[in-house]
């Protein structure tokens, strides 16, 4: 079953802590995308991937860091310099001759 | 600079009316342009897409999208709104295929019945 996953789907953090997000698809893209989505402002972006072993800064990058060491995923870590990493985070990813983006499930995040 | 703009942030529609969404966009040149639907605590799905061609695209369930381009607009339509139609719906434009997408704010639809 081909498609993009994200876990855990909910997750609680204590303020101070580093917490990872996972991100796998099976769909051979080259592209992945991390998006914050919070109430009444739409989803921006966090980073991006096009191609393993890169990855660009989106328009919120501060306080979140990523990795992309193998094509199937791209983890999000939320670090404790995020200061107000309570949100949803969609991950996407894009391939294919229209690269038209797909998204996973999401993850909600909460800081206690 | 690039943006998206949805100027409805709530809409009510009866069940078996028609609807409309608006959606605005500013880039240099045309985007690609696509529309999500997204149900509460899930993720977005796809709609329809618009890269080139035919100005009027069919998407699923029933939606479908004009670009205009001497109004810088991509209005979401469907003939006929079911209740399970309630969701957000997020317009959005990327400079190129491949790239980030800007996403406008979103709009709200409730059917009333």
């Known amino acids: 079953d081909g498609g993009i996953t994200q876990s855990p789907k909910y997750l609680f953090r204590k303020e101070g802590q580093n917490v990872t997000l996972s991100c796998e698809q099976n769909l051979n893209h080259d592209a992945m995308y991390w998006y914050r989505q919070d109430p009444g402002q739409g989803l921006r972006l966090i980073y991006y991937s096009q191609i393993v072993n890169d990855f660009q800064k989106g328009d919120i990058a501060e306080g979140y860091s990523v990795s992309r060491e193998k094509k199937e995923s791209f983890p999000l870590t939320v670090t404790s310099a995020q200061k107000n990493p309570t949100a949803f985070y969609l991950c996407?990813?894009?391939?294919?001759?229209?690269?038209?983006?797909?998204f996973g499930p999401g993850t909600r995040l909460t800081v206690l | 600079a690039q943006s998206v703009t949805q100027p409805d942030i709530h809409i009510t529609v009866s069940e078996g009316a028609s609807l409309e969404l608006r959606c605005n966009y500013s880039y240099g040149a045309t985007p690609y342009l696509f529309w999500y639907v997204q149900s509460p605590g899930q993720g977005l799905q796809l709609l329809l897409k618009y890269f080139s061609g035919d100005t009027l695209v069919q998407g699923i369930k029933g939606f479908e999208a004009e670009f205009k381009r001497s109004q810088s607009s991509f209005n979401l339509r469907k003939p006929s709104v079911h209740w399970s139609d309630a969701a957000e719906y997020f317009c959005g434009a990327a400079g190129q295929a491949g790239t980030a997408l800007i996403f406008g704010k979103g709009t709200t639809l409730s059917v009333s019945s």
């Open positions: 996407a990813s894009a391939g294919g001759r229209t690269d038209t983006q797909y």
